[in-house]
């Protein structure tokens, strides 16, 4: 019986997770076109700008995936922008280095940093998009 239990509370757990991705934030590439597709919606808008190499990119990344699956941010668009291969088109937008986290609603640029890991102070960069 008790394992039977167990059973079903793991089931239960699996479908629960499996429900998170439907009120999360959408993930896309950063393209200039996917930014100013957003931006003309007004959507609000997150561009992570990281580096494969980047130890605080890494920090960023697990904590910015378990924010944007809470359903407060199902409408934010995040936009993963890679600092090695897209310098160019990231230009317009002044970013200087990897680990640069940029918020917008539609067109207006809300906040931005570099090189924050604190789940706490991202988490006040999400909510001034809401």
Known sequence: MTQFRALIAGLVALILIGAVPA????WKEFTP?????????????LV?????????????????TQLTREPKYKDLVVLKADFDTQKDALKPLNVRS?????????????????????????????????
């Open 48 to 64: 992570d700008v990281f580096a494969a190499w980047c130890s605080v990119c890494r920090a960023q990344n697990p904590i910015l």
């Open 23 to 26: 009120t999360a934030a959408e």
């Open 98 to 130: 990897q680990g640069t986290l940029i918020v917008f609603k539609g067109d207006k640029e809300l906040d931005r940093s570099a090189g924050d890991t604190s789940q706490i102070s991202i988490e006040g960069m999400l909510d001034k998009t809401l």
């Open 33 to 45: 076109e996917a930014l100013a597709q957003a931006q003309s919606e007004g959507k609000p808008i």
